[in-house]
């Protein structure tokens, strides 16, 4: 049997493919249409300018990029959406820095969450998880390892912040933890930063070429994510 056929899950187990795949991909359409109608409607669009917004965040120094990659050590431990922070990064950094501060902020934000889960607060974690479809989690990560948490953030299947809580109870060490999601959360990351950093045109009333291949890199990693669900649960099911 191959590895990738040992670490699939059954689609019952995953949930509807398409679904799951595309989830960030609607969010952020319907994040994007509420802010840029809330933006014009309360005049806000010459703030939200990129040479004036990003000058003003220079203005602050290391503050700036401080104060968000504390929030990324709180974030991932409140069971809220990080897709926001995530387009923020984008949007206040650029694209370089911003998926430089995103990582690194969303690697140690979710290693802080794994070790409440393991630590602090081990039997609330398992019954808030409960009905999450991770009962097998832990039989994965003894068998796999890293390999089992480098699959599940480049296909994601569950929301970030219950990951960070659910690896938390098995018995994968911290280091190989913290290496892989920081390397698996690339791809995805670099898509959303990219398309965030060229988003500010939009409140301007205008299109941008890196705004639409931001688009379309978030559009084929949502579709490649899928196709590979698919083919793990095609795998699974032989």
């Known amino acids: 049997m191959s590895d990738s056929e040992k670490l699939s899950y059954s689609s019952a187990e995953a949930g509807p493919l398409p679904r799951a795949s595309f989830r960030g991909p609607l969010v952020l359409l319907l994040l994007l249409v509420t802010t840029l109608v809330a933006v014009r409607a309360l005049g806000l669009q010459d703030y939200l300018e990129e040479t004036r917004l990003r000058g003003l965040i220079a203005a602050y120094g ?4 401080l104060v968000y990659l504390l929030l990324w050590t709180i974030v ?9 922070l995530t387009l923020a990064g ?5 694209p370089f820095w911003g998926v430089v501060y995103t990582v690194c902020g969303a690697t140690v934000g979710a290693s ?14 398992a019954q808030k998880i ?27 299947v569950f929301p970030f912040f ?10 994968i060490p911290l280091l190989p933890y913290a290496l892989a999601t920081f390397f698996a959360i690339l791809p995805w990351t670099t898509a959303y930063i990219y398309f965030a950093s060229n988003l500010l045109v939009v409140f301007q009333g205008k299109l941008s070429t890196g705004l639409l291949l931001g688009a379309a890199l978030i559009l084929a990693a949502g579709l490649l994510t899928w196709l590979a ?3 793990l649960a095609q795998k699974n099911s032989e």
């Not at 991932?76 to 926001?84: A, G, N, R, W």
């Not at 009905?131 to 390892?145: E, F, N, R, T, Y």
């Open 162 to 171: 219950t990951l960070n809580y659910a690896f938390g109870l098995t018995r």
């Open 229 to 231: 669900r698919k083919r």
């Open 130 to 156: 409960a009905g999450a479809k991770l009962s097998h989690l832990d039989d994965k990560v003894a068998a796999h390892s890293w390999k089992i948490v480098v699959l599940l953030r480049l296909i994601p």
């Open 76 to 84: 991932p431990s409140l069971f809220v959406p990080s897709l926001p």
């Open 112 to 125: 802080i969450t794994f070790l409440i889960s393991r630590y602090l607060a081990r039997d609330w974690v």
């Open 90 to 94: 984008g949007i206040l950094f650029g």
């Open 62 to 65: 290391f503050w700036a990029p």
